[in-house]
């Protein structure tokens, strides 16, 4: 085999494709979290995502002292109701989730239990998993208490990131770290 060629092989063997769902209520900021991961825009206007949405990412991050190409194919999954029965479909297969609040709305921070527990109806308990209060441009309409946020991060075994998909405040981090969960999950 030429030098060419071994290389070839050595990249395919370090390639990484995954399945990552973004989940929560409507109007969280699901939608603007991925664009501006991908774009580094941001659209102040909302848009209603329907059905959902697929971005696909190539990170390289390095792990355990090794670099990875890492394909994160990003699941933007619809928050209204009347897409609820499409949650199969769109969970299937899924080898990581974001579970994505807005720290201005007390309703969608409760809710984060219900897409939680969507998610192990289909059999997702056993996935990395990132929780994600967003829009914290807006900390002085915050409703969700830090404390109430650790809780949850705990309950759910979920590492947690506030966000500003607006001013991008950890925006790439949560996606970075999301990787390497990733990556430490499914390659042992």
């Known amino acids: 085999m030429s030098e060419e060629n071994k290389d070839v ?7 990484n494709i995954y399945k990552v ?13 991925l664009t501006k991961f991908s774009t580094k825009k941001f659209n102040s206007q909302y848009l209603p995502t329907v059905g959902v ?8 991050i390095n792990i355990q002292g090794k670099n990875t190409k ?3 194919m990003l699941w933007d999954i619809a928050g209204q109701p009347q897409f609820y029965m499409l ?17 201005t709305r007390a309703s969608t921070f409760s809710n984060v239990n219900n897409w939680y527990n969507s998610a192990v109806k289909y059999g997702l308990s056993g996935i990395p998993r990132v929780l994600v209060g967003n829009k914290i441009d807006l900390e002085d309409q915050r409703k969700i208490i830090k404390p109430h946020t650790q809780h949850l991060s705990e309950k ?4 947690y990131f506030e966000t500003s998909a607006k001013t991008g405040v950890n925006v790439d981090k949560m996606f970075r770290r999301m990787a390497e969960l990733l990556y430490l999950k499914y390659n042992k």
């Open 9 to 15: 092989v050595f990249q395919a063997k370090t390639e």
């Open 87 to 103: 949650h199969k479909p769109y969970f299937n297969g899924a080898d990581g989730m974001f579970l994505v609040f807005d720290i």
């Open 70 to 72: 890492i394909n994160l």
């Open 21 to 33: 769902i973004v989940i929560g209520d409507p109007a969280v900021g699901k939608t603007s979290l």
């Open 156 to 159: 759910l075994n979920a590492e």
């Open 53 to 60: 949405n697929i971005v696909k990412e190539v990170m390289d």
